[in-house]
């Protein structure tokens, strides 16, 4: 059982930045990959960035790759998305997500992950 709790959303101009933070709760949150996804109105939840474990290896959206950023502080129990240059389109509830297995690979699939927060707003005016 895993609790994981988003913060940071906004409302922010277009081209400008917010950075994400989702807090995890457990006593082996180094041993996790992570994922953020986000789910727009009348949309399906899409895959937005993963890192792995160790935080060595990161995977982006085609749609945020070069804008967004992943991080995690494994002391802290957090996992980051750094937003830079967000646009109308990035608008969404952000999610992050945990996998049920410890040491898992990074995946850009919904099914991949057992635990989920629940939702952080972003807004981006035009």
């Known amino acids: 059982q895993v609790q994981l709790v988003e913060s940071g959303g906004g409302l922010v101009q277009a081209g400008g930045s917010l950075r994400l933070s989702c807090a995890a709760s457990?006593?082996?949150?180094?041993?996790?990959?992570m994922g953020w996804f986000r789910q727009a109105p009348g949309k399906e939840r899409e895959f937005v960035a993963a890192?792995?474990?160790?935080?060595?290896?990161?995977s982006y959206a085609d749609s945020v790759k070069d804008r967004f950023t992943i991080s995690r502080d494994n002391a802290k129990n957090t996992v980051y998305l750094q937003m830079n240059s967000l646009e109308p389109g990035d608008t969404a509830v952000y999610y992050c997500?945990?996998?049920?297995?410890?040491?898992?690979?990074?995946?850009?699939?919904?099914?991949?992950?057992?635990?989920w927060g629940q939702g952080t707003q972003v807004t981006v005016s035009s």
């Open positions: 890192i792995s474990w160790g935080g060595t290896r990161t």
């Open positions: 997500a945990a996998p049920g297995a410890r040491y898992a690979p990074t995946s850009m699939e919904r099914t991949a992950y057992d635990y």
């Open positions: 457990g006593r082996t949150f180094s041993s996790y990959a």
